[in-house]
Structure formats: structure tokens, C-alpha cells
């Protein structure tokens, strides 16, 4: 097959032709577009107007569409709106020789993958053309991964199509189907909870309870009992016995969120539970046979936990088994839109539409909350906008600015502290790190009443003055 000089190594290898539609009322500009695609192995059909273009869209498939903007009866966007509904999946890209902004944002609210001014060179429209294709595989894959994940229950939905996205969908898909423990790994706000129920939907545990518990949130003793249940008389609250959520989960899958904040003496039990299937309620000492699988969450680096000795190795390695690391939303950025589009139209009765200014502050943005944040921002903005339309003012200032008050820090990356003073700057590690000091020099540095000042166990004080570096003076 003939190709064209100086661009042999530009184009991919394609395993499949890809099929265009080129539509122009200029015949020779027409020709010159056709000819290069064809030349470059696409499979090309010509279209003068936007009617003969739609009689050709309605008998076949077309990967991509290049529609000349000005054409004689119905215009390019016209055309555009007419293929969205012939074929949604057709990506297109606009030409024009008068490039308006009102243009551009009408054709990309309609969902053109791209626009470009007349003239522009052919190599750079074939790269828009190969890049737009691979666009519409990677729906496609996607699309055949979200499948088969909703295929025991569809209201999960993992929204993103970044290359990150995929590895976890695709983990999601390997590993539903077998009982092994799993280990989910990200920072606060990017969904672990939103993959763990993917995980259970698409196991063949579906049909069965998913229990979940958050260690972070209850103290020591307490999720022993929430964990494994009590027996009557236990201990001075115990006034009838409780089955614990293993129980309940039998058959299941128990999702344990922030397992890193667990408690020595429960992770042995949970230890013995994972190699045995077996564990005593508090308080009991006959033995229960359960079959649950495990999935653990954490925003922590657990492999410094364990050389740091906070956390039991032989834990770490049964629950390592697979682990699947989900991405800030920093690093897939490309999933901003997508994710903005998603919760604009999670609620039909809102506005739908957001100013492409705004969702630029929106892309640059770092996201210290992740996937959380942006919900709840796009949730105020659809609040505080006018005309069903968000515009960059109804966006909260740290985001316009592009500076956010909390500071970005990888898993397992240690805040910097001097002595026993606040942190420079205003972080939220800053804040919580001031008012332990706080609580402490309230209750003079008596430390168990200062644990139960702060809502938290003794241990986990323990901690947290460890990982800020405080001492009592």
C-alpha cells in the first residue's frame, strides 16, 4: 500500500481500517482530504452536503466524521446534531474558515472530538483523525469492561476512560470472580469504597451481603465487638449478645475501610480469620466458622506501616494477595470532564451544563479531595449558578486561583515538623497537628483524658503524636 513521504513512522500500526466520512461542498479541498486518507490505508466516503452525508451515516458505521461547518442548506453543527442521533458513537471533527468561539463551544457542547481552522496541514488533520479513533476504542473497551462489572448489579458506576481508569477496571474484572483478599490503595476521596462494591457486584458473592466498616471511625474496643460480636455480660454495656459483621457477612464480602488505623490485637484476630475462617465473639470461647471474603482499604503506605512496626506483617502479606492502587484525580486529569458531566446529570432537575472556561479551572485544578471534592464543588456550583449554566464565578476561590489551603502528599510521604510548635503554612495536618497540642496542654498532657477529648483510642493518640513528632514537655 502506497504511503505518503516523511510521515511512514507517524501513523500507528492499525489492526483494523478505520472508516471516515469527509464532507465539504468544496470538491477539490474534498479530494485532497481523501486522497491523503486513503493513501494512509482509511476507508474514505465523500459527502457534499450535510443530506447526502446523513443518507450515507444511516446504511453504515463511521469511526469519524470531518465536517466543513459552511456547507449550503443545513450547517456542519446541524449535521453534527443529525449524526448524534443516526450514530452517538461517531466521533467528529469540525473545519471552518471563520473560527468563532461561539462556533467551538456550540460543536464541543454537542460533543465534537475536536475543531480546527481552514487551512490546516494534512498531517495535522490525520493526527486529529487517528487520535479521535482511538477515542472511540477506548469507549468501546471501556464500555465492554463497565459491562461486564454491572452484569450482577448496574448502579455502580466507575466514571473515567484515562489509561489509569482502565488498569483499575480491568483489575476490578480479574479479580471479582475469585474469593481472594484484595487491597485497595489511594488517597482520601478517590473512591475505594466505589471499587470494593465493584468488586463484590461482579463476584459471584453478589447475591450475598456486603458489610462495610470503617476502623478510622470507631475505638479500639469497640470495633473488636462491631467486628467479631460480644456475648452477654462482656463487658459493662454488654447487656445482650451481638453477633459481630463477619456474621453478618457470611457468604459475603466485608469491605474494611482505613484498615491501617486497626489495633494490634484485632489484626491478629483478623489475621486468624483470613487463614482459618474461624474467631471467637469478645467475651466467647467457642469457636464460629464463617465464609467471607475480605477487601481492605487504606490511604496509607502499609508496607512503611510494617517497618515501622505499626502494622503486623503477616497481615500485610495475607492481605497483599492482589492490591489495586487508585490514582488521584491529579494524575487523570483527562476524567475531569467526564466526571463533571456525570454528576451534572446525575439529577436531571439541575443545570447541566458548565462554561468551558470554568471546567479549564476545573482541569487544572490539583484536587487535594479527589473524586469527593470535585462532586461537592460541582454540587455548590449547581446551587449558586444562574440560567442552568456554571460559569468560573460559582466556582469557590481556591479553584479559580489554582491554589488549594490543603497541600498535596503522596501515600507514605511524612509532613515535615519542627519541635513541638504548629507547622509553617496552613495544611490541614497543620491544623489537626495544633489542635492535639491544644487538647493536650487543656488537660495537662494527661493523655488518656485527651484521647477521649479527641473522640480517638489511646493508641491511635499514640500515633498521631508520633506521626507529628509531639512530645510531652
Not at 494490634?264 to 475462617?277: P, T, Y
Request: with cysteine; glycine share 6%.
Amino acid at each position: 500500500m502506497e504511503r505518503a513521504s516523511g510521515l511512514e513512522n507517524a501513523a500507528p500500526e492499525r489492526q483494523e481500517a478505520i472508516s471516515v466520512l469527509v464532507v465539504d461542498d468544496d470538491p477539490a479541498f474534498r479530494s485532497i482530504i481523501s486522497r491523503r486518507l486513503k493513501r494512509r490505508g482509511y476507508l474514505v466516503q465523500e459527502a457534499e452536503s450535510a443530506e447526502a452525508a446523513l443518507e450515507l451515516a444511516k446504511g453504515r458505521h463511521f469511526d469519524v466524521a470531518i465536517l466543513d461547518i459552511a456547507l449550503p442548506g443545513a450547517d456542519g453543527v446541524q449535521l453534527l446534531e443529525q449524526l448524534r442521533v443516526v450514530d452517538p458513537d461517531t466521533q467528529a471533527i469540525m473545519l471552518t474558515g471563520h473560527a468563532t468561539v461561539e462556533t467551538a463551544i456550540r460543536a464541543m457542547k454537542l460533543g465534537a472530538y475536536d475543531y480546527l481552522t481552514k487551512p490546516c496541514e494534512l498531517a495535522e488533520l490525520e493526527l486529529h483523525v487517528q487520535r479521535a479513533y482511538e477515542r472511540l476504542r477506548l469507549a468501546r473497551e471501556n464500555d465492554a469492561l463497565r459491562t461486564a462489572l454491572k452484569q450482577s448489579s448496574p448502579e455502580v458506576e466507575i466514571v473515567g476512560e484515562s489509561p489509569a481508569i482502565r488498569r483499575v477496571l480491568h483489575m476490578i474484572k480479574r479479580v471479582a470472580p475469585t474469593d481472594s483478599p484484595v487491597l485497595i490503595i489511594g488517597e482520601s476521596g478517590t473512591g475505594k469504597e466505589l471499587v470494593a462494591r465493584a468488586i463484590h457486584q461482579a463476584s459471584r458473592r453478589a447475591h450475598k451481603p456486603l458489610v462495610v466498616i470503617n476502623c478510622a471511625a470507631l475505638q479500639e474496643t469497640l470495633l473488636e465487638s462491631e467486628l467479631f460480636g460480644h456475648e452477654k455480660g462482656a463487658f459493662t454495656s454488654a447487656v445482650a449478645s451481638k453477633p459481630g459483621l463477619f456474621e453478618l457477612a457470611n457468604g459475603g464480602t466485608l469491605f474494611i475501610d482505613e484498615i491501617g488505623e486497626m489495633a494490634g490485637s484485632i489484626q491478629a484476630k483478623l489475621l486468624r480469620v483470613l487463614e482459618d475462617g474461624t474467631f471467637r465473639r469478645v467475651g466467647s470461647v467457642k469457636e464460629i466458622k464463617v465464609n467471607v471474603r475480605i477487601v481492605a482499604a487504606t490511604n496509607k503506605d502499609l508496607a512503611n506501616e510494617v517497618a515501622e512496626k505499626r502494622f503486623r506483617d503477616d497481615l500485610y502479606y495475607r492481605l497483599n494477595v492482589v492490591t489495586i492502587h487508585l490514582p488521584p484525580l491529579r494524575e487523570r486529569r483527562s476524567d475531569i470532564p467526564l466526571l463533571v458531566d456525570y454528576f451534572l446529570n446525575r439529577d436531571p432537575r439541575g443545570p447541566r451544563h458548565i462554561e468551558p472556561e470554568a471546567l479549564q479551572k476545573l482541569i487544572e485544578y490539583d484536587w487535594p479531595g479527589n473524586v469527593r471534592e470535585l462532586a461537592n464543588v460541582i454540587e455548590r456550583a449547581k446551587i449558586l449558578c444562574e440560567q442552568g449554566v456554571i460559569t468560573v464565578n460559582d466556582l469557590p476561590p481556591d479553584i479559580v486561583s489554582g491554589k488549594s489551603r490543603i497541600s498535596v502528599r503522596p501515600i507514605g510521604e511524612r509532613s515535615p515538623v519542627a519541635g513541638n510548635g504548629a507547622q509553617n503554612g496552613g495544611t490541614l495536618e497543620d491544623l489537626e497537628r495544633a489542635h492535639i497540642i491544644r487538647v493536650l496542654q487543656e488537660h495537662k498532657w494527661n493523655k488518656a483524658k485527651a484521647a477521649r477529648a479527641l473522640g480517638v483510642s489511646r493508641r491511635r493518640l499514640y500515633r498521631l503524636l508520633d506521626k507529628y513528632g509531639i512530645k510531652s514537655p
